[in-house]
């Protein structure tokens, strides 16, 4: 049995994806901003900001991960396990 992807899914796992690009990006000029901060305040809130984005970027993750298919079957039969996508 195989699985196809459709357009639909492929756009909307793209969006995700993107998406997903743009959070991780904030989340690092999170991370700058705790590491460069002048104060503990703007440490602390610059951290939570960046907890924040991290949380933001691994639900954008699971999100494309459960709008692709679970399992793929490739043309000869061999299944194939789409490869985990946590940001650790």
């Known amino acids: 049995m195989a699985y196809y992807l459709t357009l639909a899914s492929v756009t909307a796992t793209?969006?995700?994806l993107i998406s997903a690009t743009y959070a991780l990006q904030r989340q690092k000029i999170a991370v700058e901003?705790?590491?460069?901060?002048?104060?503990?305040?703007?440490?602390?809130?610059?951290?939570?900001?960046?907890s924040a984005w991290h949380k933001l970027v691994q639900r954008k993750l699971d999100q494309a991960e459960a709008i692709s298919p679970a399992l793929r079957m490739d043309y000869t039969g061999f299944s194939m396990q789409p490869a985990p996508r946590v940001l650790h």
Do not use: C, G, V
């Not at 901003?33 to 951290?47: D, I, K, M, P, V």
């Open 14 to 16: 793209m969006t995700t």
């Open 33 to 50: 901003r705790t590491l460069y901060a002048r104060s503990a305040e703007e440490s602390q809130l610059a951290a939570r900001w960046a």
